[in-house]
């Protein structure tokens, strides 16, 4: 055999190859063809508008795992478009015109931390040493604080936040309110369920959860609310109703005039207008005459 036959025969056999992978390329591409249109998910034009509407966060706080589910649940009636902080009240304008319903009118909301308590002002009831989340740590006999309410502070809710508004010091989370979207993670996330959302323009809040009475709250807290109701008997208008051994804020009705923050002795109704440089002390004869 010479030179030029084998040469021949080479080609020959490497287009046969060639034809042999060219033909399976062929094969396989149109498989997946037919596999695309037998298998194919029609997705709802409704739902990929409202998807288009929705801020994006994917953080969770409407209850879904992700935006893409609760643009599903809007779109069969299963959610409500007041259970997204998040995406801005022009978006939910037209996320309302394609679903036809009427759109409320929402105040902005900010999350906030019902506590005050932490390393310096509660004490704890035994040392914790195992996985550093609020979740594993509260899941031991309700958690290492002295008071049952009371921020773990490992922070769980930084974790999750979507737009790094939550700080933790001295094992107490602070939420900054010019970061805060109100996504609603945080909330979901707290096993202690002692964070919440008040309005943006709210003036005051309250820094306790403790639903105790005043003399169980002096035994483990420095600060906690002791229900001596000195704040709602001093507001001037009404905005303030003691229920549970705790101060319960009427929005609507408070004006900002701060009497209710400087009548508590304890100092855990917390001016969100003023940042005060360091927590007074308790009053010492305030607390005595409520125990």
């Known amino acids: 055999m010479n030179l030029l036959e084998m040469t021949s025969k080479t ?9 042999i992978f060219a033909g399976s390329a062929i094969l396989i591409g149109i498989l997946i063809l037919i596999v695309g249109k037998v298998f194919k998910v029609n997705v709802d034009e409704k739902i990929t508008k409202i998807l288009d509407n929705l801020a994006g966060a994917n953080c969770g706080g409407c209850g879904c795992s992700g935006c893409s589910g609760f643009a599903q649940k809007l ?10 902080h998040v995406t801005s009240p022009e978006k939910k304008a037209e996320i309302a015109a394609l679903l036809g319903i009427e759109l409320k009118d929402e105040e902005p909301t900010v999350a906030v931390v019902h506590c005050k308590g932490g390393i310096e002002n509660c004490a704890d009831k035994f040392e914790y040493k195992g996985n550093p989340t609020c979740a594993a740590n509260a899941s031991l ?20 936040c979507p737009e790094n508004a939550i700080s933790v010091e001295g094992r107490l989370a602070e ?12 909330i979901s996330t707290c096993p202690k369920e002692i964070i919440d959302r008040i309005p943006s323009s709210a003036p005051v809040y309250v820094a306790c959860s403790s639903k105790c009475k005043g003399k169980d709250v002096m035994s483990v807290c420095k600060v906690g609310c002791i229900a001596c109701g000195l704040c709602a008997k001093a507001c001037p208008h009404g905005a303030i109703t003691m229920k549970d051994n705790l101060p319960e804020i009427d929005y609507t009705k ?14 855990i109704i917390i001016s969100r207008k003023v940042v005060a440089e360091e927590t007074p002390a308790a009053e010492p004869a305030a607390e005595e005459a409520q125990a």
């Open 11 to 19: 080609w020959i056999s490497v287009g046969i190859v060639a034809g």
């Open 75 to 84: 779109a069969e009636g299963g959610a409500n478009l007041s259970d997204c």
């Open 141 to 160: 006999y309700g958690g290492n604080k002295a008071c049952s309410y009371a921020c773990l502070g490992c922070g769980d809710c930084k974790a999750v």
């Open 175 to 186: 939420v900054d309110p010019d970061r805060c979207v109100s996504c609603g993670a945080c």
């Open 254 to 267: 408070c004006t900002g005039c701060l009497t209710c923050v400087a009548k508590c002795p304890r100092h």
